[in-house]
């Protein structure tokens, strides 16, 4: 299993205070066909891509895509 999880936090600094538009943690686990290096690799690869999108279509419906 490939486990991959990261933060992003999206200020609008031109408002003061700061205003925080998007503040979202995404985690993927993503079966692996086996225990080797390249295996682990690439389901990291395909869980990023997969938090990408996601992160895209969270800020497109924030209004900043």
Do not use: C, H, N
Request: hydrophobic share 50%.
């Amino acid at each position: 299993l490939a486990i991959l999880e990261i933060q992003f936090v999206v200020l609008r600094i031109a408002s003061e205070p700061m205003e925080i538009v998007l503040d979202r943690t995404y985690r993927k686990e993503v079966p692996v066909a086996s225990k080797e290096a390249k295996a682990l690799v690439d389901g990291w690869s395909l869980g990023l891509g997969e938090m990408l999108r996601e992160l895209e279509e969270d800020l497109a419906a924030a209004g900043l895509r």
